[in-house]
């Protein structure tokens, strides 16, 4: 009767090593998957610092530009205060 019941019990075994494998498996996928998406929302958060540093360049020079036109017409303002004759 123990050999039976031993012989009734390894597929049983067999089956609970193998989920344990499967289990294992899955711990190590979703560990890769965790870093992988770790790396993602890293370059994610880089991307958006560029992009905040990006929109506050493209405001200054904005204001440069404003300022250059403005800079512009005061010295045309200027210069056509002088006459020159022939």
């Given at each position: 009767?123990?050999?039976?019941?031993g012989d009734r019990r390894?597929?049983?075994?067999?089956?609970?090593?193998q989920t344990s494998l499967m289990m294992s498996d899955i711990l190590t996928a979703s560990n890769a998957q965790s870093q992988g998406?770790?790396?993602?929302?890293?370059?994610v958060n880089?991307?958006?610092?560029v992009t905040?540093?990006?929109?506050?360049?493209?405001?200054?020079s904005?204001?440069?530009a404003t300022s250059l036109a403005n800079q512009a017409r005061a010295l045309e303002n200027?210069?056509?205060?002088?006459?020159?004759?022939?």
């Open positions: 009767m123990t050999d039976e019941a390894r597929p049983s075994v067999a089956a609970i090593q998406i770790h790396l993602v929302n890293s370059a880089q991307m958006d610092n905040q540093q990006n929109a506050i360049l493209v405001e200054q904005a204001a440069a200027t210069v056509a205060l002088f006459r020159l004759t022939a």
